[in-house]
């Protein structure tokens, strides 16, 4: 990722699906101006998702997704659909692509029922519309569902008809879709001074903050709020030259006792990765999950599940300090998994519990969909900031600013 792009958690996810050989690449290629994927009339060309990052006027940046065909045979086939169906998850909108000369078949069903299922927008985009077979049947469907009309967006990847059409109507939709969540900025005043506690210790990266610092600091200067920024050694200092006391404190997860401790308890503090979850998922969830971890006993299974791969900083947290916690803090026997990046293990029933980090790297979908597949299971799931706070009986105090969430404690 460069300094300068919008990290991949924060674009809206536009996924690409259908039939092989309906021409998803094609349209793909159509939307994004590029000829970005491989197009052929060798049914299952694309064998892998391809993602682009890309802006989409007028909603602004976004990730298009190719999929591979959702109707892949063999065992190598049904591997890519298990794939394209995962790619589905983590997305916001979605288009079917169909083959308008083919029609609508029995798998674009199943996938709009899907779409359905998750409440996901979508478009079809009736593809092949440059062949008169692809008008005529386009007449037929929509004589007799006028359900599905609506969602209908002709299109020709070959001569480029209704791709403008059909990229104005994704980036509409997406953008209807976008909850306003804040960051943080909707906890206090404009004009508030807030201070950030960012300690920089060994697995702190070289030369910048984490993202989810970064996404604080953006937002909290977008309402026009003050945001200090000092490191644990620095707070005490920081505070004392404050004339007024703060409005909020945030800090790293990992100092929160101290901080909890040098920070007046008249002023609401709470912890990055609280915030990060309550912007992504479900923190009222994820507060229920942490009470949880107290009734682990001798032999369960905890799985330590992250959305990145490559932060040395969450990865320590992960493998090393969460199992110590968690052992001191139950006194069990405990075995733990881990999983990370854009896997998320299946069989979760076997799990007696979850811990996730703060998915500063996923999207809300993504993270959302991951509390709905734990509660399907029905295993308690939280976070690192939760878990940490709870575990150090501070839980209460870092959710003071979240009335819903403090609820849930009891
Ligand atoms: N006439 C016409 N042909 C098209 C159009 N779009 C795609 N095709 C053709 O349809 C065939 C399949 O196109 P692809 O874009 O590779 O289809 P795909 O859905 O990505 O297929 P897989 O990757 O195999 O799943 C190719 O021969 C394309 O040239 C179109 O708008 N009109
Ligand atoms: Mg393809």
Sequence with gaps: MGLNETPSGERVHIGFFGLRNAGKSSVVNAVT??????????RGTTTDPVKKAMELLPLGPVVIIDTPGIDDQGELGEKRVARAR??????????????GTVGLMAPDRELIRQFEARQMPYL???????????????????????ELKGHVQAVSALDGRGIGELKERLAHMAK???????????????????????????????????????????????????PIVCRETELAGALDALAEPPALVVTDSQV??????????TVPLTSFSILMLRYKGDLVEAVRGAAALDGLRDGDRVLIAEGCTHHRQCEDIGTVKMPRWLAEHTGAGLSFEFSSGTGFPEG???????????????????????????????????????????????????????????AALG
């Design 33 to 42: 101006g590029q000829e970005l994927c491989v197009v052929s009339d060798v």
């Design 124 to 146: 079809i985009a009736w593809n092949k519309c440059d062949r008169d077979a692809a008008l005529a049947n386009l007449d037929d469907l929509c004589a007799k569902d006028a």
């Design 256 to 265: 929160f006792e101290y901080v909890a401790r040098t920070v007046p308890g």
């Design 176 to 226: 209807s879709d976008a909850r306003e969540r804040r960051v943080v900025a909707d906890l206090v005043d404009a004009g508030s001074t807030v201070v950030l506690v960012c300690p920089i210790d060994a697995s702190a990266p070289k030369g910048r903050l984490i993202l989810p610092q970064q996404l604080v600091i953006r937002d909290l200067l977008d309402a026009g709020c003050i």
């Design 86 to 99: 995962r790619t589905l998850t983590g997305c916001d909108v979605s288009v079917l692509v169909v083959d």
């Design 348 to 406: 979760l029933e076997s799990f007696a519990a979850i811990v996730h980090c703060g998915g500063c790297m996923l999207n809300a979908r993504e993270m959302r969909s991951r509390q709905v597949r734990a509660a399907e299971a029905g295993v308690p799931m939280t976070n690192y900031g939760v878990a940490i706070a709870h575990m150090h009986g501070i839980l209460r105090r870092s959710l003071a600013p979240f009335p819903e969430a403090l």
